[in-house]
């Protein structure tokens, strides 16, 4: 069934239906006003996102099942709408969850996440649904670092290699850092000669007037 011009098929009903996290939790459900609309989401499943060439290691399909069997704090089923591509295929997996009527008359917008990729969350996803989602309750932590927006830009080449080039040389400045504190910490003379201002001259001094007392000691 196509729904919009994005729109390759619409996933729900009760087919496929895995028992949602609300449910299995045994949360309590209540009665809301019929007139609000459930929250909605848009999953990408284009020519990166939903594809085990771009995106390996995840099932795919498992993570669209689990998608479509979350359920709101009313128990209402949310439609999970399939699209072809958002635009922002370096980010797939990518899924858009969309307020619901309530959500977004309490200025409640749909929210992009990318690298959607992990069961965990799915669990994320499925909490703050069942809380409300966009405009009732705010994007849960573990969700934050995958938020996006469909103006996303792909980081160039350059600045990558840029980032690349830094993070090299703070590892390069560590390994150092932490030499010269292992070379600070060492036993012996070795340490001692090498610490501020002990020239290797005056170190030498040093050892041979040690030598020196010793041998007057065991006269
Ligand atoms: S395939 Fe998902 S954003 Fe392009």
Redesign the pocket.
């Given at each position: 069934m196509v729904a919009r011009s994005t729109c390759a098929f619409t996933v729900g009903g009760d087919s496929g239906h895995i028992a949602p996290r609300s449910a299995r939790k045994g949360r309590e459900k209540v009665v809301g006003d019929p007139s609000d609309k459930p929250c909605k989401l848009v999953v990408?499943?284009?020519?990166?996102?939903?594809t085990k060439k771009k995106v390996p290691g995840v099932d795919h399909k498992a993570q669209l099942k689990r998608l479509s069997g979350i359920e709101d704090h009313e128990g209402r089923s949310v439609p999970v709408r399939v699209?072809?591509?958002?635009?922002?295929?370096f980010?797939?997996?990518?899924v858009v969850v969309q307020p619901s009527s309530k959500g977004r008359a309490d200025g409640g917008r749909p929210v992009w996440l990318g690298d959607f990729t992990e069961d965990r969350l799915v669990d994320e996803l499925d909490d703050w649904i069942f809380r409300g989602g966009p405009g009732a309750a705010p994007v849960p932590e573990p969700l934050q670092p995958h938020l996006t927006s469909k103006d996303a830009k792909k980081p160039k080449k350059k600045k990558l290699k840029k980032q690349l080039k830094r993070k090299r040389k703070q590892a390069e400045k560590d390994k150092k850092e932490k030499k010269a504190a292992a070379s600070k910490g060492g036993k012996g003379d070795k340490g001692k000669a090498g610490e501020k201002g002990a020239s290797p001259e005056k170190a030498k001094g040093g050892k041979a007037r040690k030598a020196e007392g010793k041998k007057k000691k065991k006269k």
């Open positions: 990408c499943r284009g020519c990166c996102c939903g699209s072809k591509c958002l635009g922002i295929c980010k797939a997996n990518v």
